[in-house]
């Protein structure tokens, strides 16, 4: 493992613990960012649909950053994401409240927001690219799958860090906590960056020559780019929904806040054990079928793992919520190899960048406004959507599959380069 792939996985995780610490601060901003006469739900729900509406800015980070990144070379486009990055989280710990500016807030909020998706669209797809083109060609998808490991300790770190604050009083409406657990996430910004500066070599540099006209390669592409978004859906959703968002459903359930945010970090720490060990064995075995097998496996399980919910026995909801975790990190592991050796390396970063957040904004972005949305309904209605989701997403990477047996022999789309 290089210094420039610790600085990757670095920055990886604080961008995600970032990134998460608005979802688990929800309910205290839907408290402070919106009239107090409005009802809790109604204004919970505006709130993570700020979180969903600022996905749209993140294929457009994707795709223009990515273009920059094929055309120039990778250590410019990191300064430029990483610095939107860290002034936008500063920003996010100085946005007023409803009570100071009134409506006024929720338009700066969603701006702060939007410019945090354009960093975060550049620089985690990116990182897919880097991350599988300077891997050996024995460690094409262990390497790659630390970034999702990474991403999965950014998670866990925000989500640990809420439920001790929430525990000890301190995030309450009137205190500005939250505002100062910003600004620490600008803090360890800027840290990485300067640990990931020193780490990289200026001298070796990789530029190709890409087909920047988008539109051109879509049209050429579209079958392929389209199938790709259908094959993320699935992890997309799955992680948000049983990891991330299963606190929301917890707390629609009678558990506590405390309670729901303990059982939640139990299955975001099944997939950082987990992720490495599939990679490993992804990189030993048939992908394409392992993760076959995992969305069949994921969605019969859900039943049971919802079950499990509703009978309140801490034990086996720790039990069922590890074991989600473990299921769902089979193609959370595979999922960056898999999409970088999609796409002709020329044109691969801006491709990845625009495809992986479209699906996002279609798939990822939805699934916080539909928990909230569905919390009030059936118990297995989240199931039902999960498993058109599951059909969605194996019919995706059955079209993948087929379409890369016959690209790999025409093109080699996944020659291994030199490290850059």
């Not at 006469?37 to 505006?46: R, V």
């Not at 309140?312 to 595979?334: H, T």
Request: with cysteine; charged share 10%.
């Amino acid at each position: 493992m290089t210094k420039r792939q610790v600085s990757i996985l670095l920055f990886t995780a604080i961008e995600w613990f970032d990134y998460i610490i608005f979802l688990g601060l929800s309910p205290l901003f839907a408290k402070i960012f919106f009239p107090q006469d409005i009802n809790f739900h109604t204004s919970l729900l505006l709130t993570v649909s700020v979180f969903s509406i600022s996905y749209v800015c993140r294929p457009l980070g994707g795709t223009v950053m990515g273009i920059l990144a094929d055309k120039y070379n990778r250590y410019n486009i990191f300064k430029y994401s990483v610095g939107i990055m860290v002034v936008s989280t500063i920003l996010m710990a100085c946005v007023p409240t409803y009570s100071s500016i009134g409506i006024l807030c929720l338009f700066i909020l969603l701006f702060v927001r939007m410019l945090q998706s354009f960093s975060i669209g550049a620089e985690y797809s990116l990182s897919f690219v880097i991350m599988y083109d300077h891997a050996s060609s024995d460690k094409k998808y262990f390497i790659p799958s630390l970034i999702n490991a990474a991403l999965a300790i950014g998670v866990l770190a925000a989500t640990l860090l809420i439920y001790y604050l929430s525990y000890m009083g301190v995030i309450t409406p009137t205190s500005n906590a939250w505002r100062y657990i910003f600004l620490f996430s600008a803090c360890m910004f800027f840290a990485s960056w300067v640990f990931r500066v020193k780490a990289y070599d200026r001298t070796q540099v990789t530029k190709h020559n890409p087909n920047i006209s988008l539109f051109r390669v879509l049209q050429s592409e579209k079958y392929t780019v389209i199938a790709t978004v259908a094959y993320i859906s699935f992890s997309a959703v799955g992680f948000y929904m049983f990891s991330v968002m299963s606190s929301t459903t917890l707390n629609s359930l009678g558990y506590s806040p405390l309670n729901s945010l303990m059982i939640s970090s139990i299955g975001v720490l099944a997939t950082i054990i987990f992720i490495p060990f599939w990679g490993k064995i992804h990189d030993l075995g048939n992908p394409f079928k392992l993760q076959l097998y995992g969305i069949v496996l994921l969605f019969a399980f859900s039943f049971l793992h919802t079950y499990l919910m509703y009978l309140k026995n801490y034990p086996l909801i720790f039990l069922g919520q590890f074991i989600f975790g473990a299921i769902l990190s089979i193609n959370m592991a595979a999922l960056p190899s898999y999409l970088s050796k999609i796409f002709a390396i020329n044109n691969r970063s801006y491709l990845l960048g625009f495809t992986y957040n479209i699906a996002l904004v279609i798939f990822g972005a939805t699934t916080p406004v539909v928990i909230v949305a569905l919390s009030g309904l059936s118990q297995y209605m989240h199931i039902i959507y999960f498993g058109v989701i599951c059909i969605i997403s194996a019919l995706g990477i059955c079209k993948l599959e087929g379409g890369l047996e016959i690209k790999d022999i025409s093109s080699n789309r996944s020659n291994h380069i030199q490290p850059i």
